[in-house]
């Protein structure tokens, strides 16, 4: 089953934070977080496994809680260059491929 | 180290003609996805292959639609008999060797068909 993502659009000011949640029907085991720029590839930002783990990349960081088969990514002081589209993605039915949110478009205007 | 490389970037083609698509993984991954995105959508599972095996081929309609990584070259989508409804950006992305959903994927450019 596709992931949910919620919200599906967010427009910030510069320096603004930002909140992008992923929540499955089906029990996880990983959360893959991209975000993909209008006109190129996917780019990957983290993954998380099960654990409750956490992690962040400068400031950008996301959660995953397993026991709410959720993930949360977390957009600190957002920069013009954080504009894009992210999308989870959780696995799918054999090993190895994702199935993708919808994505939620994140627009920082100056 | 280059990273996934997709050709060609954009390719149009007529209704009923054949469209090929290659893709080239990151050196040292045998493991490749083939995902097609349309408009304003996400990205849709097409079909995973490791080197000359086809894994899962779920998200490829039965249809026109076929896939290869042979032993040596690039991994190749083919559409046979175009339609319209073909249109979409189709990424590629590898793994390295585990081909487990907790290895990271690296997308390549994409290649953007256009059905006239």
């Known amino acids: 089953q596709q992931p949910v993502q919620s919200p599906q659009a967010v427009i910030l000011r510069e320096g603004e934070d930002a909140v992008i949640n992923c929540s499955s029907s089906?029990?996880?085991?990983?959360v893959h977080w991209y975000r993909q720029k209008h006109g190129e590839a996917p780019v990957f930002l983290m993954i998380?496994?099960?654990?409750?783990e956490q992690k962040g990349h400068d400031k950008i960081s996301a959660s995953f809680n397993e026991k709410k088969q959720q993930s949360s990514l977390y957009l600190t002081a957002s920069q013009l260059s954080y504009s894009g589209t992210y999308f989870c993605g959780t696995e799918g039915g054999s090993q190895g491929n994702l199935i993708f949110g919808k994505g939620t478009k994140l627009s920082v205007k100056p | 180290n280059a990273g996934v490389m997709q050709n060609p970037r954009h390719l149009v083609r007529r209704r009923g003609q054949e469209a090929r698509l290659r893709c080239s993984p990151m050196?040292?991954?045998?493991?490749v996805y083939w995902y097609r995105q349309l408009p304003e959508e996400g990205l849709k599972f097409m079909v995973y292959?490791?080197?000359?095996?086809?894994?899962?081929e779920s998200g490829m309609p039965k249809e026109r639609f076929s896939a290869e990584f042979p032993k040596e070259g690039p991994s190749i989508l083919r559409i046979q008999q175009v339609v319209r409804g073909d249109s979409a950006a189709y990424f590629c992305?590898?793994?390295?060797?585990?081909?487990?959903?907790?290895?990271?994927?690296?997308f390549g450019p994409g290649t953007r068909l256009t059905v006239l």
């Open positions: 089906k029990a996880l085991y990983s």
């Open positions: 050196k040292g991954h045998s493991h």
């Open positions: 992305a590898s793994s390295p060797l585990r081909g487990q959903s907790t290895d990271t994927q690296y």
């Open positions: 292959l490791q080197k000359e095996n086809i894994i899962d």
């Open positions: 998380l496994l099960k654990g409750g």
